[in-house]
């Protein structure tokens, strides 16, 4: 199957720092999401990329759709304590007329200090 | 705003139970989706469906599990006979039509524990 690298895996921050995450894959995928979890729920969408190069902002999160298809960044910028949590990326190759489904990367635990 | 519902949100069984997790998509949503998690790890996808069948299954998704969509609202996953390895967070999530720009949205998940 796909494999998707997820990198850092957890990173220990002061509020009002920014935040760098990463991910690349061994294939190329249509679409580039970036998923939040908190304990105990379900991911909540943050951002979709659909576009190879796409750069797309959510309030603090921006997050970009690699040249290549292959990998994907998320930035959050003066980051604060509710920013706590672990961060998915999840890539798709959709196939016809079917959404593919999600490969998701293993997380990056974010937490902030105040 | 409309979101993806999980009954129950914690079930315990015991190693050869059959259990039936549910899931209310939301409403005019086509595509669903069976994502698990089992604790410290990734979601892993189990199985996608459309118009009242599978559209793919994982290699997880074997001879035990199945899925149903018994009725215009639940979608339902069955585990025939648990093992203590199904122990994980079980997410339903749906799509509205399946191209283009539509992504999944994921429900708070159930809690399946087998003892």
């Known amino acids: 199957g796909q494999q998707l690298n997820q990198s850092p895996q957890s990173m220990f921050i002061q509020e009002g720092e920014d935040v760098s995450m990463n991910c690349t894959s061994s294939?190329?995928?249509?679409?580039w999401l970036w998923y939040k979890q908190d304990p105990g729920e379900g991911p909540v969408l943050l951002i979709a990329?659909?576009?190879?190069?796409e750069l797309t902002s959510n309030g603090r999160l921006t997050a970009q759709f690699g040249i290549t298809r292959k990998d994907s960044f998320l930035n959050i910028s003066a980051s604060i304590p509710s920013d706590v949590g672990i961060y998915f990326c999840a890539g798709r190759s959709d196939r016809g007329s079917t959404l593919g489904r999600l490969y998701f990367g293993r997380g990056t635990q974010l937490t902030v200090w105040p | 705003e409309p979101e993806v519902t999980q009954t129950p949100s914690h079930q315990v069984t015991q190693m050869g139970q059959e259990v039936i997790l549910r899931c209310v998509p939301i409403s005019n949503h086509l595509y669903f989706y069976w994502y698990r998690q089992i604790l410290g790890q990734k979601v892993e996808f189990l199985v996608s469906f459309y118009n009242n069948e599978i559209s793919e299954k994982s290699e997880i998704f074997d001879d035990q599990f199945s899925v149903e969509r018994p009725d215009g609202s639940n979608f339902t996953l069955k585990i025939r006979s648990t093992k203590l390895e199904d122990s994980a967070m079980y997410f339903c999530?749906?799509?509205?039509?399946?191209?283009?720009?539509?992504?999944?949205?994921f429900g708070p998940g159930t809690r399946l524990t087998v003892l």
């Open positions: 999530a749906s799509t509205p039509r399946g191209g283009g720009h539509d992504t999944q949205y």
């Open positions: 990329l659909y576009k190879a190069g």
């Open positions: 294939s190329i995928f249509n679409t």
